[in-house]
């Protein structure tokens, strides 16, 4: 089992910046797809950005591109995404995620995870 941790929400003025952190616990000794998704009430679960602990590839989606920043340090079990230039459309709940193993394809759809924290919100006002 694996427990993830996140942290670093709160609430901003557009334009603005916030850096969220996961930690992960448990078993941590393999090499980990990991994840941000972010949900806002009514709308489907989004994937942000992912990486692969074992390499060095980075993943994003277009609304993210160029604002958001994934990163991990794999030495303290972490994950942190880096929110710059932020929107109100960027007002959500925003999740850690993990599986084990790599992930050739598909790396931002929840669907292939299967560890999950319980989110921290992030709120961004006008």
């Known amino acids: 089992q694996v427990q993830l941790v996140e942290s670093g929400g709160g609430s901003v003025q557009a334009g603005g910046s916030l850096r969220l952190s996961c930690v992960a616990s448990?078993?941590?000794?393999?090499?980990?797809?990991m994840a941000w998704f972010r949900q806002a009430p009514g709308k489907e679960r989004e994937g942000v950005a992912a990486l692969y602990t074992g390499g060095g590839r980075t993943y994003y989606a277009n609304s993210v591109e160029g604002r958001f920043t994934i990163s991990r340090d794999n030495a303290v079990n972490a994950l942190y995404l880096q929110l710059n230039s932020l929107k109100p459309e960027d007002t959500a709940t925003y999740y850690c995620?993990?599986?084990?193993?790599?992930?050739?394809?598909?790396?931002?759809?929840?669907?292939?995870?299967?560890?999950w924290g319980q989110g921290t919100q992030v709120t961004v006002s006008s």
């Open positions: 995620a993990a599986r084990m193993g790599f992930l050739v394809g598909a790396r931002l759809s929840p669907n292939n995870y299967n560890f």
């Open positions: 448990g078993h941590t000794t393999a090499y980990y797809s």
